[in-house]
């Protein structure tokens, strides 16, 4: 049975810093692609960043986080990291953790991928 936590989240200032953490079990860890989505009340499931399964652990991010956000993953853990930097009102967002079995290629489309975990709460005051 696969699952993926997410943890981290929390109520920060403007301009502050949190680090999400995905635990993942139950798959093939180092083969899965692992990407962070988040969704905005009223909004659609936005992409923010991707790690791919392969040995170059190529990312791919969202505009609205690059420079910002960090992602990273330990695959001895079965874990994938999100570090978020100078964050802004705007990020404010359930933030999901979820994989896909095609590990060479981070789709940018939620339909696309294959678990989910049920999301950590990120707030952003101004």
């Known amino acids: 049975q696969v699952q993926l936590v997410e943890s981290g989240g929390g109520l920060v200032q403007a301009g502050g810093s949190l680090k999400l953490s995905c635990a993942a079990s139950?798959?093939?860890?180092?083969?899965?692609?692992m990407t962070w989505f988040r969704q905005a009340p009223g909004k659609e499931r936005e992409f923010v960043v991707g790690?791919?399964?392969?040995?170059?652990?190529?990312?791919r991010y969202a505009d609205s986080v690059k420079g910002r956000f960090t992602i990273s993953r330990d695959n001895a853990k079965n874990m994938v990291y999100l570090q978020m930097n100078s964050l802004k009102p705007e990020d404010t967002a359930l933030y999901f953790c979820?994989?896909?079995?095609?590990?060479?290629?981070?789709?940018?489309?939620?339909?696309?991928?294959?678990?989910w975990g049920r999301g950590t709460q990120v707030t952003v005051s101004s």
């Open positions: 979820a994989s896909s079995f095609s590990g060479s290629r981070i789709f940018t489309t939620a339909s696309e991928y294959d678990y």
């Open positions: 139950g798959l093939t860890f180092n083969s899965c692609t």
């Open positions: 790690i791919t399964g392969t040995r170059s652990a190529s990312t």
